[in-house]
């Protein structure tokens, strides 16, 4: 039988050490380079701190998988078995330019299935975290179920980009959305954005394109919390690949995707 409650905390003992280091490289001069195009960042303390986290888990774990987003796990082909998805930070530009406003995100997957997300705020020291059917906190302080909210009075996390001429969406698709809604805000990292709309600051987060490291922490919190984590058309995510992402309260969910989003020829 697998030890949840012994994976959790040696997961989050990991994840403060993790931030330990990342903070110690605040004084440092970094060395960035760039991915996918001259503004996806890497450093090599996201290199760095992905190892660590490897380390620790083939340690403790090794018949474990692991997924992190600058290659240094496994591929599986599948979900299946126990699978740690790793973004050793996620708001790699937020950390070059800014020192805060990015996250450690770790999902821990069982045959597909969530089982411990967690989502630390280095900076804030705020640790979101949930266990499959256990609810799911921020630090000590447990978050309620979601509630419904109407779309005239939500706050979303969108980034400009999507309502701007883009590859992946028809502009005119997303901005009637973005007029309709109170507010919208844009903070450069998923998984925070996931852990706001947990924690009730957001009511709805948008992206276009997010990867599995992204998404896997952040999935399991707004689930059980009772949101809803679908892609832009509604459908269920697929772990093991990129796709859209719709992170919503209920209710909101359901009357966005009818009202702006599975309507429209994109
Ligand atoms: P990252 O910082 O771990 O790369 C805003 O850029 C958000 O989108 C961040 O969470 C970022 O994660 C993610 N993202 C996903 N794909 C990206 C890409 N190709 N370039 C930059 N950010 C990306
Ligand atoms: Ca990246
Ligand atoms: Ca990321
Ligand atoms: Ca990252």
Redesign the pocket.
């Known amino acids: 039988m697998t030890n949840w409650s012994d994976i959790d905390t040696n997961a989050k003992g990991w994840i403060k050490e993790a931030a330990e280091i990342i903070k110690g490289s605040f004084s440092k001069t970094l060395d960035i380079q760039t ?3 001259r ?4 450093t090599e303390i ?1 290199k760095k701190i992905e190892q660590f986290f490897i380390g620790k888990i083939r340690k403790n774990y090794p018949e474990h998988k692991i997924i992190g ?1 600058e290659g240094f796990g496994d591929k599986p082909k599948t979900m299946d078995g126990i699978i740690w998805i790793i ?1 050793p ?7 070059v330019h800014m020192q805060r406003n ?1 996250a450690i995100s770790i999902g821990i997957y069982e045959n597909g299935v969530g089982m411990i997300g967690l989502i630390y705020d280095v900076v804030r020291d705020e640790l979101y975290h949930a266990i499959k059917n256990k609810g799911a906190y921020m630090n000590e302080l447990q978050l309620g179920p979601l509630e419904e909210v109407n779309i005239a009075e939500s706050i979303i996390g969108i ?1 400009a980009s999507w309502v701007t001429e883009n590859k992946r969406i028809d502009s005119a698709i997303l901005a009637p959305l973005v007029k309709d809604v109170r507010g919208t805000r844009s903070y ?4 925070l ?1 996931f852990a706001y709309v947990a924690a009730g600051r957001l009511d709805a987060y948008i ?1 276009l ?3 599995p ?2 998404f896997a922490a952040g999935k399991i919190l707004i689930e059980e919390l009772g949101g809803d984590v679908t892609d832009l058309r509604g459908k269920p995510l697929n772990l093991l690949e990129q796709c859209s992402i719709f992170v919503s309260k209920p209710g909101l969910h359901e009357e966005v995707l009818k009202k702006f989003l599975c309507n429209g020829d994109w």
């Open positions: 991915k996918s195009n503004n996806d960042l890497v996201d987003e973004d930070i996620d708001g790699t530009m937020n950390f990015f980034n450069g990292c998923a998984a954005e992206s394109r997010l990867s490291w992204d």
